[in-house]
T-cell receptor, first 113, second 115 residues
């Protein structure tokens, strides 16, 4: 199984940059996802990393270091609508070669004016 | 393209009553997941289907929970009897199942309150 750790809550100012960290321990690693979840809504996919390095997508970037079991999600030019929970999910190989994503508890980001 | 559809969105029942949730995945997605999410927590896997076959159901409390995915398309999750601790959001997700990316697409969830 996995042990996924991310901060419970973070606050930031509109227009600023925030970095949300995720550390994990797993065997059979096969990718790391970041999802955004607004209160009362479904999680929506943000990014996917399977190789080391930085993946950039608009205001959001995600970084992965497999050797360190570490990832971060970087949000630039924060907007009020970015206030949400950010879920780190690690996928590893399960039984029969299947691939199962396991979620961390999520980081609640509060963006204030 | 229609997303993952779940019903009901909200359900309030007395403890010991049965409840069922329904999920219709995105067309062509052969992998279907049921997750449970408590307030302030991440989703926890209950069961995963590959087509109509249930795999990875080790976290499903089989004394009271059951699930099925007849014909490998839509799925139902049942709880009988419900307990107070079952109050949570039940999320259904689907994916293509291929490991290249294979991100999950979630439905809006079914929020269960057990009184």
């Amino acid at each position: 199984g996995q042990n996924i750790d991310q901060p419970t809550e973070m606050t930031a100012t509109e227009g600023a940059i925030v970095q949300i960290n995720c550390t994990y321990q797993t065997s059979g690693f096969n990718g790391l996802f970041w999802y955004q979840q607004h209160a009362g809504e479904a999680p929506t996919f943000l990014s996917y990393n399977v190789l080391d390095g930085l993946e950039e997508k608009g205001r959001f970037s995600s970084f992965l270091s497999r050797s360190k079991g570490y990832s971060y999600l970087l949000l630039k030019e924060l907007q009020m609508k970015d206030s949400a929970s950010y879920l780190c999910a690690v996928r590893d190989q399960g039984r029969g070669g299947s691939y199962i994503p396991t979620f961390g508890r999520g980081t609640s980001l509060i963006v204030h004016p | 393209e229609a997303g993952v559809v779940q019903s009901p969105r909200y359900k309030i029942i007395e403890k010991k009553q049965p409840v069922a949730f329904w999920c219709n995945p995105i067309s062509g997605h052969n992998t279907l997941y049921w997750y449970l999410q408590n307030l302030g927590q991440g989703p926890e896997l209950l069961i995963r289907y590959e087509n109509e076959e249930a795999v990875d159901d080790s976290q499903l409390p089989k004394d009271r929970f059951s699930a099925e995915r007849l014909k490998g398309v839509d799925s139902t999750l049942k709880i009988q009897p419900a307990e107070l601790g079952d109050s949570a959001v039940y999320l259904c997700a689907s994916s293509t199942g291929t490991p290249s990316t294979g991100e999950l697409f979630f439905g809006e969830g079914s929020r269960l309150t057990v009184l």
